[in-house]
């Protein structure tokens, strides 16, 4: 099937600056003050993993003004564990697999949010394609874990409980996985973001060359 273009009133871009880094960085401090006060503060600069080449910061701004509507960081384990295996120890099949994890995910707070937030997800997950990685894990509190069920993303552990994340300031947050597949079988499985991921081409979202 042959993909339909959409264009959006937004780009998404993989940064490739401090100065973008640090603006990343402010616009993170922001978002997450609206739910959690006490981490906004220490979020105002750049994590170490902004800056060591273990991760890569998304950014999405706005077409109208350039003004950040919304950003995330993706890590890999290549380099290091991930930020969530300084809380938890992950099971069998992750270990030894090639995973992502996204966090400091924020967006802003207007009728665009939602649509940010989607075109981050794909993003993500593009760039996980592209780099030839097996799963996206993520740490996500209530109730943001709803969201990531809604899109496919499931319990890493059983009892799917909630347990304090050392980066994420102590809150509780549960732990949820997605398998990077290719694009035969998302639409296959009639998987819920099948048609944003694969059948539908957004030239406003880049992610750079594979791997």
Known sequence: ??????????????????TDIARAARFRSVAYGRHLPELAARLAEPDPCDLDGSAVVLLAEAKHDGATVGTARIQTNRRRPLDLERSVELPAPYRGSALAEP???GVIKDPIGPAVKIGLFKALYMYSLAQRLDWVVLAARAPLDRQYEAIG???VFSDGGYVAMAHAGGVPHRVL????????AMIAAAHPM??????TH????SI???A
């Open 202 to 205: 957004h030239p406003d979202i």
């Open 103 to 105: 966090t400091r995910l």
């Open 208 to 210: 750079g060359p594979p």
């Open 194 to 199: 099948a048609t944003t991921l694969f059948l």
């Open 177 to 184: 996985a997605l398998r990077v597949a290719p694009a035969e």
């Open 1 to 18: 099937m042959q993909p339909t273009t959409e264009r959006l009133p937004f780009t998404i871009r993989i940064v490739t600056s401090a």
């Open 153 to 155: 993303f499931t319990d």
